[in-house]
């Protein structure tokens, strides 16, 4: 097996969509970097286009995408209904892709999608439809980072930052390796588990922070139980530099569309509240 570490570094070679992420930490004026997602074809194509326009056009400073797959590891049963239900209208890659570029007109776009779908592309061709459409990044969850290799060289030459995943149970040593290589931002898993709301940031959520922020220089995002303007401002109170927000809005949009509402105007009510929670 080739030596993890010994990856090239990414200047020039995949910094487009770094940069991209850079300036979107570097330019809000909020506490923490406002990040929602929002699962790409629920509760259907146009929708979601939908959903990601006004969650941008409410605060957004850089938006997650999600692409739908039928064996969501990562995910909770909010996020896990709203994917069946995107596979079940029709979704497919490609047109969440064709979304998320079209979203990438307006502001910095993250795709995250499942190792699978990578792989039955084929990382070069994925990175390259992703910089076709001019996305900024790629989250894979369930990419160990042992086998994250190939993906990374390719995401690289396609100026698409690979964003990885730090958990509280990593150890200081895997940290450290998955800051070196990191791209665009790190993503801090806040609890151990699915995604989904929690009443409550864990108690350790600090210490997750400060530890993921030492083992890289580059900005600390914080997903997986953010779900209040509260809890969002909290995060950034504890030092995340970035505040991911999923499930809530992913219930949002599934409770509007049910009761016959807009789910476009739905978000826009709660991404509004979360940046005017994280306003200085």
Known sequence: MADPRAIPDPTPAGSAGSERIAAAFAGHSKQAALMPYLMGGFPDLPTSRRIGEASLQAGADVLEVGIPFSDPLADGPVIHDAGTRALAAGATPAGVLDVAGQLADQGPVVVMCYANLVLARGPARFAEALEARGISGLIV??????????????????????????????????????????????????????TGERSALSDQF?????????HTQLPVAVGFGIATPEQAAEAARAGADGVIVGSRLVRAAAEADAAGDDPAAAVDELVGALARGLAR
């Open 141 to 194: 969850p369930d990419l160990p980072f042992e086998e994250s290799e190939a993906v990374l060289e390719a995401c690289d030459a396609h100026g698409v930052a690979l964003i990885p995943l730090m958990a509280p149970t990593s150890s200081d040593e895997r940290m450290t390796l998955i800051g070196d290589r990191a791209r665009g931002f790190v993503y801090a898993v806040s609890v151990t588990g699915t």
């Open 206 to 214: 600090g210490a997750l922070v400060r530890r993921a922020a030492a």
